[in-house]
């Protein structure tokens, strides 16, 4: 059967990925800010790294594709995240 909740999971999911992109430009423009460096405090993870480090190579003799992940989690970001579960949740 159909679900009768009139909340659309897509929306929860654009929301919530606009909140952290959203965060993290924030975050990123207050990173030089002295009061507001703490928004950009956060960890970064992932598979492969700005050296080329890590990354998945795939070799097919004509081509070459690499692969590489990486994540970076800040203080904004979770704000953002909030952010936009909220207005969700008034929607």
Known sequence: ????????SWALFLLILAGVVVGGFIGYL??????????NYGQEFGIGG??????IRLN????IISFGL????????????ILAIIIY???
């Open 89 to 91: 949740r008034k929607l």
């Open 1 to 8: 059967m159909a679900r009768v909740s009139g909340k659309n």
């Open 70 to 81: 990486s994540i970076k989690i800040t203080i904004a970001g979770i704000i953002g995240v």
């Open 60 to 63: 097919l003799g004509i081509m």
């Open 30 to 39: 207050a990173k030089d800010v002295s009061a507001l460096t703490w928004l």
């Open 50 to 55: 700005t050296n080329n480090s890590g990354i």
